[in-house]
């Protein structure tokens, strides 16, 4: 595992460049940079631009950022996807969602393949039986996956 030592004012803390269970060091670590960008996030962020397409990059940040939760579940996801789709998939995009109407937010997650529609509907069915479906509903109501 990498770590990168940070010295943030006269602080020094050190931070591994897996994505931390710990909320909690997370929102320190933020306040500690005191900055409109951070460096933790920005780290947590490259991460999942490794994972995903993304499309609204600000929009999604602070959306996972209010949300830290889930962020392992994005990890989650990801490899379900690709454990069903295999090598079909074309593209994996992440976008954020906004109903202020509803004052809702979400995060979609689009599965772009070289499939036809329907057995992309067939996948996305296993993917929603074999593994969506026993996530909390907490969780379900902020991501949505689709094809």
């Known amino acids: 595992m990498q770590t990168l030592e940070v010295k943030p004012n006269t602080s020094r803390l050190m931070f591994d460049l897996d994505i931390p269970k710990d909320t909690n060091k997370i929102v320190y670590y933020r306040y500690l940079f005191?900055?409109?960008e951070p460096l933790v996030e920005t780290l947590i962020f490259d991460k999942l631009k490794d994972l995903y397409t993304i499309t609204n990059r600000y929009q999604v940040q602070n959306?996972?950022?209010e949300k830290m939760n889930l962020l392992e579940v994005l990890k989650e996801v990801h490899g379900e996807i690709n454990r069903i789709f295999k090598h079909n998939i074309r593209e994996?995009?992440?976008e954020h969602f906004c109903d202020p109407e509803d004052?809702?937010?979400?995060?979609i997650i689009n599965i772009d393949?070289?499939?036809s529609?329907?057995?992309?509907?067939?996948l996305l069915e296993q993917f929603y039986d074999d593994f969506w479906l026993d996530?909390?509903?907490s969780i379900r109501n902020?991501?949505?996956v689709t094809v």
């Open 34 to 36: 005191n900055s409109t």
């Open 63 to 65: 959306f996972i950022y």
């Open 92 to 94: 994996l995009k992440i």
């Open 103 to 107: 004052d809702y937010e979400m995060l």
């Open 113 to 115: 393949t070289s499939l």
């Open 117 to 122: 529609i329907e057995e992309d509907l067939n």
């Open 135 to 137: 996530k909390d509903a």
């Open 142 to 144: 902020f991501i949505t």
